[in-house]
């Protein structure tokens, strides 16, 4: 629960965690993370868009309710996209309650220091848990001008540090500091009772989280910040291209992937559209 990531601070364990969409990569990524993310980032990771403006209510909704069913232990965050709790306390409180009760998500997040505050406030007095997110807010990049990092100067810095203040005081239990200096980090980490969850803010976090499909190697681009531990976009291509080349030869499938006949009688003899030949591996068009 909430509560219990919040008290990791006080114990000095590092915060571990990761986005998830779907239910069986939050299954695997459960066993060892403290909180799954259900991100407004699926919709430039999962559905093409090219920010995450466009992500309406209900596709949250619809992720999040995957990964609850895949999650047995971490806590499930889901995002709240934008549009949907900025206007009022009451707005966002409506619904908020409304993707805690249809996920069944252990708590939501929201972008914005200064300005999310009092909403935070109002949230949480009324039983919902907020993790919030500051530094870059990517909902916010139409009027930041692009996903650019924050705080690089140090008359940045203040600002920031309020927003950390301020959505802590308010009840906060976990900020996400992304794409912000080491420096400001750690003064930011220093300062408040809540994990700092860093994504490109540098291990001066309490914590760390990364956008699950970059760090496995399946995203075509990724900022700077991500260290891929897998090339799970290799091993896609890789099977599927070795899938085609045994369709196309009718390598696959073999009798082994077909179903027998059942009873007496003799099955009578089957002609191939075409003759099975031996595989000859396709060349992977994208290596030279
Ligand atoms: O949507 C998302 O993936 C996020 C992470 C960048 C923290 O908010």
Redesign the pocket.
């Known amino acids: 629960m909430a509560p219990d990531i919040a008290a990791m601070k006080g114990r000095g364990e590092p915060v571990v ?1 990761l ?1 998830a969409y779907h239910a069986h990569t939050a299954a695997i990524a459960d066993r060892y993370c403290d909180f799954l ?6 919709g430039m ?1 999962m559905h093409g868009f090219e920010t ?1 403006v466009p992500v309406p209510l209900e596709l949250m909704i619809m992720h999040g309710r995957a990964v609850v069913r895949g999650a047995k232990r971490a806590l499930v965050v889901v ?1 709240m996209p934008f549009g949907s709790y900025e206007e009022s306390p009451a707005v966002a409180f409506r619904n908020c309650a409304r993707v805690m009760k249809e996920t069944d998500c252990g708590a939501v ?1 929201l ?1 914005g220091g200064r300005r999310m505050a009092e909403t935070i406030h109002y949230l949480v007095e009324r039983g919902i848990p907020v993790m919030s ?1 500051i530094g870059l807010t ?1 909902q916010s990049v139409n009027v930041i001008g692009g996903f650019k990092a924050q705080g690089r100067r140090q008359e940045q810095w203040a600002a920031i540090e309020e927003d950390a203040r301020l959505v802590a005081e308010a009840g906060t239990f976990a900020v ?1 500091l ?1 794409a912000i200096t080491e420096p400001l980090a750690a003064r930011i980490t220093a300062s408040i009772p809540v994990p700092t ?1 860093g ?1 490109g803010a540098s291990r001066a976090c309490d914590g760390q ?3 699950m499909e970059d760090m496995l190697g399946l995203s075509p681009r990724v900022p700077r910040f991500v260290r891929k531990f897998g090339k799970v976009g290799e091993a896609i291509e890789d099977a599927i291209r070795e899938y085609a080349g045994d369709v196309r030869s009718r390598a696959f499938p073999t009798p082994e992937h077909t179903y027998a006949m059942q009873g007496e009688g003799k099955a009578p003899p089957v002609r191939l559209a075409t003759p099975a030949r031996a595989t000859k591996k396709p060349k992977n068009p994208s290596s030279k």
């Open positions: 965690a986005t993310l259900v991100g407004d980032s699926l990771v995450t995002d997040k972008e997110h990517p996400v992304e969850i994504i989280i990364l956008v």
